[in-house]
Each structure stands twice: as structure tokens, then as C-alpha cells.
């Protein structure tokens, strides 16, 4: 091969290098917080849709996992191609946001949809939440992407059917003891985030799994005192999926408290759900580092993580007490 050939042959795989790096960025941009309100009101009016109880919840569990398959690049986390294959970022983000759409969809098929213990799920709930569980790592027959869309097809033939006033077999009651079941399960997720965003700078910690039973068990052993520590590489991928679960998490609840206005205004928790919201807002906020620092926590070189870790920590103890609440006769 001459040189001239081998020069040009280095020189076509540094331009397409070049254009993988520039659609990778462009396929990575972060979503915005926006308005629920208005997004909601927009989506009705242009299908002509009444907003009824529930509306608003049901539209932005639609528009998240439309976000995922429908953003630049589409649903990356199980890309086997550059440049979705490469990045890791996103595919942690998606991942977050993933989480919490399958938390939401199993309580609005157990919980949000049913009057009462005996009362049947509706069926539309049913097929959306079972697609939105396969594998996310799943690239072919079926993909991810698709069963993911078949799920947004379900939800919004539930939301057609919650809007029509001729029948009444798609339904979203709006109690206190529903709000409280997804709050439980916010609250693990939110605590579980915090747990693994603190465990950048490595600490012992004591076992607390017991703590406050005395009858209880466990089936194997754990020491007394262990050393918990995110391994440096995936340091980043914790923060962006914890960015993604709290975007989620921070737009879910922004839905809730549009629907359940009545059960937090008789609660008198109205408040309390503003200020959760207003500490999952500043997890939203620019990451200006281009990459993610890990520095000691006291140290010179700040710590993204433990930065993150503290907002969530609030919104969680803040979330804990609505739910506290919310439970309360």
C-alpha cells in the first residue's frame, strides 16, 4: 500500500471518528424540566381531549416514554452500532428514567385504576405496564424500542377511554392511601440513589438491616461492618442514572400534584410537595464539569456525587413525611 493511500485511509477514519464524536454529543443532550400544566393543556387541545382526574398524570407518563424512544439518537441503552454503543452517559440517564415510568405504570395498573382490592385492572394498563418490563438490553425480536412504543399505544387508549364520558370502565381515583403506595415506592427509589451517590468517596458502614426487630432474619451472613465504594469507572454512570430517576421522579410529581390537588389540599401537604419538588429541581442543574469530579468531599476538587446526594437526601427525608401524612386519618 503506498503512502499516499495510507494517509488517506487515516485520514477518512479521523473524519469519521470526528462525526461519531459530534453526533455522539448531539444524541447525549440532556432533556429540560418544563411545565406540566402546560404541556397537558397543549396535548388536550390538540386531540380535543377534556382534562378529567387523572389526565395529567397519564400524559406525562406518555410523554416520558415517548422521550425515550423518540429523543435524537432514540433509546440507546441497547444499541449494538456506534455511536450509542460508545456513549454511556444517556444510556445511564434513559435507565433512571426507565426505573421510575415502570414503577408509575405498575401502581396505575394496581393502585390509581382500582377502587378497591377485588376490582379487576384495566386491561389497557396491563399490556402497557408487561411491555415496558422486557429487557432493556433487548435489540431484537422483539427490541426494547418497539414494545416500549406498544406501551405508549396502550396508555393513550387508556387515557382515550378515561376522557369519554359514555363509558366508565377506565378509571383513576385520586385517594390518599393510592398517592401513599407510589410515594413508597419514590421514597426507596430516592433512598436507594442517595445510598449508591455517597458511596463515591467509600465509607464502613454498619449493618442496619435488622435494625428494630429483634425477631428478624436474614438468609446469609453479613458482617458488622463493610466498606461500601462505587468503583471509579462507574462513577458517572451512577450520577447520570441518578439524574435520570430524579428528572423522572421530579416530573411525575409535578403531574401529581395537579391530580391529587383535592387529597393534598385536605391534607394540608400542598406545601410539602412544593419544596420536594424544589429540591429535585436543583438535581436538574447545569453539570458545568466536563466530566464528573470525585474529589474527598472536604477536599480541594469538588464531589458531583455527594452534591447530588444531599438534594436527594432532603427531598427524600421531605418525602417521607408526606407520606407520613398522607397515612394520617
Known sequence: MSPTSKKGIISGLVIVSFIVWLVSIYWGL????YDIKAKTAETAKENNH????????TSTLIDLTSWLVEKPGGFTLNDMTPPGILMDNMPSFEYGVLEQVRDLALVMRLDFSRSQSQSASDKDLEIAQSKLNISQKSWALPSA????????????????????SNQSDAQFYTRA?????????????????????????GQERYNTELAGD??????????????????????????????????????????????????????NAKASLKQ??????STQETVWSPIILNGSGFGLVANHSLVMANYVSRANAALIDLRTLLEQG
Open 145 to 164: 424500542e418497539s414494545e416500549y412504543k406498544d406501551a405508549i399505544t396502550a396508555l393513550k387508549r387508556y387515557r382515550l377511554r378515561l376522557v369519554d
Open 214 to 267: 429483634t425477631t428478624a432474619k436474614q438468609a446469609t451472613y453479613t458482617a458488622d461492618q463493610t466498606l461500601v465504594k462505587t468503583d471509579w469507572i462507574d462513577i458517572d454512570n451512577v450520577f447520570y442514572e441518578s439524574r435520570g430517576a430524579t428528572w423522572a421522579i421530579l416530573e411525575l410529581l409535578k403531574a401529581i400534584e395537579i391530580d391529587f390537588d383535592d387529597v393534598l389540599a385536605k391534607k
Open 276 to 281: 420536594i419538588i424544589r429540591d429535585l429541581e
Open 50 to 57: 377534556e382534562i378529567v382526574t387523572g389526565y395529567t398524570t
Open 177 to 201: 392511601d393510592n398517592l401513599s403506595d407510589w410515594l413508597r415506592k419514590v421514597e426507596k427509589r430516592l433512598g436507594s440513589i442517595s445510598e449508591r451517590l455517597a458511596s463515591s468517596v
Open 30 to 33: 440532556m432533556p429540560s424540566t
